[in-house]
């Protein structure tokens, strides 16, 4: 017992020295204060969020490379409401990632873009979903997301396209992620509300005297059908109201 005692101590100080076993402790704190955050106070929230940071840093003292835990350390600065300071982390994890032979870190890359639309910079959001799509998806230079993940970040790119009012590319990025999972039937509630909101959005223009085509009346008028089918069916279709707010 002395002996394996010994050995448990050991093995103990070794993973305390191993940056990338600690940055997954450290995810596990984060996964314990979501799960917090529905059923205990604040300071419990508040307190796991510091551990969860407390953790990162000594990743990143024993490995300042260690570009999954400067991304979790970003996104507890998102948490904190300091984002210019997760931005700026998150950029340098993005141009470490470029620059190094690591394993590449998609998530601080997509992280980026959620920044962006939190400052409502959607054009730079659309430009850096756009880059991670390239990049990381499937028939992508370095693919790296499965398909749920795939999907998410289609409906991401679908929401800064959506912010800027370009809604064509809004829909077809929605079209796109129905492709990977056919079975969500957020992405059909979503597709509604996209043709919806392009529907007003042109007749809106039009009211305020801006100059508008008879295309974009007639394109206008289509997605309003659309939008009415989608949600028609949305209402006969059995389970819709699970997914639906």
Not at 134 to 139: C, L, M, V
Not at 151 to 160: I, M, Q, R
Not at 169 to 185: F, H, I, R
């Amino acid at each position: 017992k002395k002996v394996l005692d010994k050995r448990t101590i050991t093995i103990n100080r070794k993973l305390q020295r191993d940056a990338y076993v600690g940055t997954r402790l450290a995810n596990i704190v984060w996964e314990h204060r979501k799960a917090a955050q529905s059923k205990d106070s604040s300071a419990r929230v508040d307190q796991l969020l510091m551990r969860y940071e407390d953790a990162l840093k000594k990743c990143l003292q024993l490995d300042s490379g260690n570009l999954f835990a400067a991304n979790g350390l970003a996104r507890a600065l998102v948490e904190k409401d300091e984002l210019d300071a997760a931005q700026e982390l998150l950029r340098r994890v993005r141009d470490a990632s470029e620059k190094t032979d690591q394993t590449p870190c998609p998530s601080a890359f997509i992280n980026m873009a959620h920044i962006h639309m939190l400052k409502r910079e959607f054009n730079a959001a659309r430009i850096e979903y756009e880059h991670v799509l390239e990049r990381f998806a499937p028939g992508g230079t370095d693919p790296r997301l499965g398909v749920k993940d795939h999907a998410e970040l289609l409906v991401y790119t679908a929401s800064a396209c959506n912010e800027l009012t370009q809604f064509s590319d809004g829909v077809e990025y929605l079209n796109k992620a129905s492709a990977v999972t056919p079975d969500d039937l957020r992405l059909t509630f979503m597709l509604a509300l996209t043709h919806q909101r392009w529907a007003r959005h042109v007749l809106q223009s039009a009211q305020s005297d801006a100059i508008i085509t008879t295309k974009q009346l007639e394109n206008s008028l289509t997605s309003l059908i659309t939008a009415k089918k989608k949600f028609l069916w949305l209402d006969e279709h059995d389970g819709a109201a699970d997914v639906l707010p």
